[in-house]
């Protein structure tokens, strides 16, 4: 019997209009953008602005894009999975919203929340229904508003993430295309490293809290920086490792853009040259659940049919992961 393998037969992302420059952050903050793109990498973010909007509506418009761009019915999805560390509310799920948002009528879904490894997560348990044979259309979306949880007084936290979505769509594929492994990893003694201290059921929101500014991203980043570094690197080599593939082997690595130099630190694990490894964090930021995808819409065009894919992602809590896949399309 030939084996089913989930596959991307689809990509569409959203970032807002507005542009936070570097040198608009320096008026903020004590901070330049020689040392901001020097540590980072990172030039520019999008921000989402307007009332009343949140990560349903950028996950909405990645979604819609998606649905028309592969001549998708809506009501043909099964099942759509938000990865997202800002939804709209506690509760209900974003997921649940931008089903309603999109005509997703048949659909079930639900958020992921393993911060910034959390698309990763995701498209390895959205997978696993394609494989049974029990759903043939997936949708599989990374979206955040990290603008509503940065501290703009913060020079170490609000130079680094910006906002944005991106969905694909897995579908079958017996060719031998599609998500052929993952290694997914998590380790909670790493919360007091990169955590929001208020707002959920330990720290409820109080005047204390909000006097404290406890509802914003706290990082202590060297920390992370080392965790980040050595661990996405090693999974990174786990997966091809597993797979018997070089760096000759991959065409592409797909990685979280938290920080260039972890970037860097992880294609030199894997023996591979610049030219192979996605970049968009100069133009982006961290969108956190979203840079995965944002990666695939931007190089899309470069991709060709059978590319060996490595992705890699690192996020608070701490979690972290790598997958393989094999592109299905030619664009």
Not at 176 to 193: C, E, P, Q, Y
Not at 251 to 259: G, T
Not at 274 to 282: A, F, G, N, R
């Amino acid at each position: 019997m030939t084996k089913i393998r989930a596959a991307i037969t689809g990509i569409c992302g959203y970032v807002p209009e507005y542009i936070l420059t570097n040198a608009e952050l320096e008026k903020m903050v004590d901070t330049t953008d020689e040392w901001i793109t020097t540590r980072t990498g990172i030039k520019e973010r999008r921000i989402l602005k307007g009332e009343n909007m949140g990560t349903s509506f950028m996950g909405a418009k990645a979604v819609k894009g998606l649905l028309e761009k592969t001549n998708t019915n809506p009501e043909d999805i099964d099942l759509l999975i938000c990865a997202t560390t800002t939804p709209d509310y506690i509760f209900p799920a974003a997921a649940n919203m931008i089903c309603d948002m999109v005509g997703a009528k048949n659909a079930f879904s639900y958020d992921v929340q393993a911060a910034c490894s959390g698309f990763l997560f995701s498209m390895a348990t959205g997978a696993q229904f394609i494989e049974t044979g029990k759903y043939k259309k997936v949708v599989v979306l990374g979206a955040d508003k990290m603008s509503s949880i940065v501290d703009y007084t913060d020079r170490s936290t609000c130079i680094i993430f910006g906002d944005g979505a991106g969905a694909v769509l897995l579908e079958p594929n017996t060719e031998g295309n599609g998500l052929i492994d993952s290694v997914l990893k998590t380790d909670g003694s790493g919360v007091a490293h990169l955590y929001q201290k208020a707002g959920g059921s330990r720290r409820p929101p109080s005047q204390e809290t909000i006097q404290n500014r406890e509802h914003y991203i706290y990082q202590e980043g060297s920390a992370v920086f080392k965790f980040a570094v050595t661990n996405m690197a090693d999974v990174s080599a786990e997966i091809m490792k597993r797979n018997n593939l070089t760096g000759d082997d991959i065409a592409w690595l797909s990685p979280h853009q938290a920080n260039k130099r972890i970037i860097d630190a992880t294609a030199g694990r894997m023996n591979i040259g610049p030219e192979k490894v996605m970049i968009t964090i100069h133009k982006y930021g961290n969108t956190t659940n979203a840079t995965i995808p944002l990666n695939l819409w931007d190089y899309e065009k470069q991709l060709k049919k059978g590319d060996n894919i490595v992705f890699a992602a690192f996020g608070g809590g701490f979690t972290w992961g790598a997958a393989y896949l094999k592109w299905a399309y030619n664009s």
